[in-house]
């Protein structure tokens, strides 16, 4: 049987998209923005746990959420973003 592995990636365009339409990233400045986007994101080659993890924490660092938020639910909301590949190995 072959074996496959699953890739995970987030564009840059679509996370922009999710912390507007969320209201998030409101107390970041356009380094952080772009910090999160593009070397947190756009630009991984495979999004792993820990990376979403990491993302969501940044999100929840430059924004104010009610309290209703949690880690978890935000790493949710990037992770439903996610473009899934698989490739064969």
């Given at each position: 049987?072959?074996?496959?592995?699953?890739?995970?990636?987030?564009?840059?365009?679509s996370?922009?998209?999710?912390?507007?339409?969320?209201?998030?990233?409101?107390?970041?400045?356009?380094?952080?923005y772009?910090?999160?986007?593009y070397?947190?994101?756009?630009?991984?080659e495979?999004?792993?746990?820990?990376?979403?993890?990491?993302?969501?924490?940044?999100?929840?660092?430059?924004?104010?959420?009610?309290?209703?938020?949690?880690?978890?639910?935000?790493a949710?909301?990037?992770?439903?973003?996610?473009?899934?590949?698989?490739?064969?190995?």
């Amino acid at each position: 049987m072959k074996q496959y592995k699953e890739i995970r990636k987030v564009r840059a365009s679509s996370l922009r998209a999710l912390c507007i339409r969320q209201n998030w990233y409101t107390a970041g400045d356009n380094d952080e923005y772009n910090h999160l986007l593009y070397d947190l994101a756009g630009n991984k080659e495979n999004l792993s746990t820990a990376d979403i993890i990491e993302i969501a924490a940044d999100i929840m660092d430059h924004s104010d959420m009610s309290v209703d938020y949690t880690i978890e639910s935000v790493a949710f909301e990037v992770a439903s973003i996610a473009n899934v590949f698989f490739e064969e190995v």
